[in-house]
Antibody, heavy 122, light 107 residues
Framework: EVQLVESGGGLVQPGGSLRLSCAAS????????MDWVRQAPGKGLEWVGR??????????EYAASVKGRFTISRDDSRNSLYLQMNSLKTEDTAVYYC?????????????WGQGTLVTVSS | DIQMTQSPSSVSASVGDRVTITCRAS??????LAWYQQKPRKAPKLLIY???SFQSGVPSRFSGSGSGTDFTLTISSLQPEDFATYYC?????????FGGGTKVEIK
């Protein structure tokens, strides 16, 4: 059974940093592109970024709203995905989901974690 | 960026009703569109990808159509478990973008 379990959320002050983790199981993690998607309280879904697999040099893509502040990485030996968030703003408050890409050729998300809440507030 | 516009933003319907949700892209995306269902406090669930392909395990009452800029999700006979919010998402180009959501409520 495919499982994605996020952790690391919490309360952080504006300007602070936080690192989210996503533990994957039930599939060959190294074979898949992975993404982060967030959802502000009561709002819709916003794609945060993507990391490709080793064969694609672990290249990344980011939404403009987080580019330069957030960094996505992965550790295939640990079946884990990470989101390093720096210079956090109040508008980054959201539930953060990790998601698996259905295929390499199209970025659809076939499995999602349960989400972890990040609250940016003083 | 490609903007995705869903309509309506909410719809009230009864069990057994046929429900249609529309998604319009600000530029052509061929068939690079997905539909997701999200229930309160749960992660989204992939229903349809490539505009009309069923994700494994999705009931056949859900169907998707369209290409280019205009797409629809149809629920042929609404069931109690279908009351949720539905999102479209384009996969044509970065940044990946979602529609604003359509909440399907009980009439």
């Amino acid at each position: 059974e495919v499982q994605l379990v996020e952790s690391g959320g919490g309360l952080v002050q504006p300007g602070g940093s936080l690192r989210l983790s996503c533990a994957a199981s039930g599939f060959t993690f190294s074979d898949h592109y992975m993404d982060w998607v967030r959802q502000a309280p009561g709002k819709g879904l916003e794609w945060v970024g993507r990391i490709r697999k080793k064969a694609n040099s672990y290249t990344t893509e980011y939404a403009a709203s987080v580019k330069g502040r957030f960094t996505i990485s992965r550790d295939d030996s640990r079946n884990s995905l990470y989101l390093q968030m720096n210079s956090l703003k109040t508008e980054d408050t959201a539930v953060y989901y990790c998601a698996r890409d259905l295929t390499e050729s199209a970025a659809y998300f076939d499995y999602w974690g349960q989400g972890t809440l990040v609250t940016v507030s003083s | 960026d490609i903007q995705m516009t869903q309509s309506p933003s909410s719809v009230s319907a009864s069990v057994g009703d046929r429900v249609t949700i529309t998604c319009r892209a600000s530029q052509g995306i061929s068939s690079g569109l997905a539909w997701y269902q999200q229930k309160p406090r749960k992660a989204p669930k992939l229903l349809i990808y490539d505009a009309s392909s069923f994700q494994s395990g999705v009931p056949s009452r859900f169907s998707g159509s369209g290409s280019g800029t205009d797409f629809t999700l149809t629920i042929s006979s609404l069931q109690p478990e279908d009351f949720a919010t539905y999102y479209c998402q384009q996969a044509k180009s970065f940044p990946l973008t979602f529609g604003g959501g359509t909440k399907v409520e009980i009439k």
